[in-house]
Structure formats: structure tokens, C-alpha cells
């Protein structure tokens, strides 16, 4: 696949997928905000409308221009990563997840530009688990999924392109 066709695939999913993210946002705004949380499954799941003004797990709360450097700092060192991956078949769903960490990571942070705080309304009441949103889900599958690649896929050389080395 060449390079081109690669890019036009990256940027359709990331569309899709932040799409898809500020959407539901849209709706929760709409729809939850100043309103009590609405039961999905009794005792387990809720969508519940919270302003997260932290990072993950309400860290560093109130630090809009820290968790604003980082997150540019991130996606900047994701362009480069995703630049550099080979234009192998193999490589496809390292792309497809890496475009998965960025559309959660910009979806995030187009939250905290527009509001000043991310909108978050996935409660599972079941384990008080803290609040997050779909933009939340596509990093953590991500993260998850890429770990699993990198253990028991990828090979060592097969991530030589990540190599500061290489031109």
C-alpha cells in the first residue's frame, strides 16, 4: 500500500473517530448537563455529565496549560511515529490504533480549548469506577491493543523505523 493511501486511511479513521467522540459529547451536553444521571443498567452503568477539569482519573486538576503542553507534546511525537511506520501490510493496525490514541487525545483536547474541561458521562457505578468518556475508551483499547502487538506480534527489528538513528 503506498504511503498515500496510507495517510487518506489514517485520516478517515481519525475523522470517523472524533467525530463519533464530540458527537456523543454534543448529546451528553444536551441532554445530561444540570439533569440526574440516567440508569442503563440498575446499579452498574450510568451516563452521569461531570466537567473534568484534570487529565486521566481528575489528576492535575485546574492545570489546563501542563495538561495542554503534554497533550501537544504527545500528538506532535504520535506525527512523527506515524510518519516514519513502514508502508507494510503489517503495519496497517499500528496505524489504525495509533490513529485511535490521537482522535482521543484531540477529541480530549478540543474539550479543554472549547470549555476549559472534558466532558465525561460513562459511570460504571458497579466498581466506582471514575467517570470517562468514548474519547477515553479509544486510548485505553489502544493502549491496550498496542501492547499486545508490540509483546507477542511485532519484533524487535520490525520497530527499528522508531529509531532516532534512522533518517
Known sequence: MDKKKILA?????????LAFDQWT?????????DRSAKVLL???????????????????QGQK?????????????????????????????????????????????IDRMRFDYVVDFISFVLIHYPIFNVADIYIVIAVIVLFLLFVFVYREE??????????
Not at 25 to 33: D, G, H, N, T
Not at 44 to 59: D, P
Request: aromatic share 10%.
Open 65 to 109: 496549560l501542563f495538561i495542554v503542553t503534554v497533550d501537544v507534546l504527545f500528538m506532535l511525537i504520535l506525527c512523527w511515529i506515524v510518519a516514519r511506520i513502514p508502508q507494510e501490510k503489517k503495519f496497517i493496525k499500528l496505524h489504525c490504533l495509533l490513529m485511535m490514541v490521537a482522535a482521543g487525545g484531540i477529541g480530549n483536547l
Open 25 to 33: 459529547k454534543l448529546l451528553v451536553i444536551r441532554y445530561l448537563k
Open 42 to 60: 440498575q446499579g452498574v452503568l450510568e451516563l452521569q455529565y461531570l466537567e473534568n477539569r484534570g487529565s486521566a482519573f481528575g489528576m492535575f
Open 9 to 17: 486511511l489514517d485520516a478517515l479513521v481519525f475523522a470517523a473517530l
Open 158 to 167: 520490525d520497530l527499528k523505523f522508531l529509531s532516532l538513528g534512522r533518517g
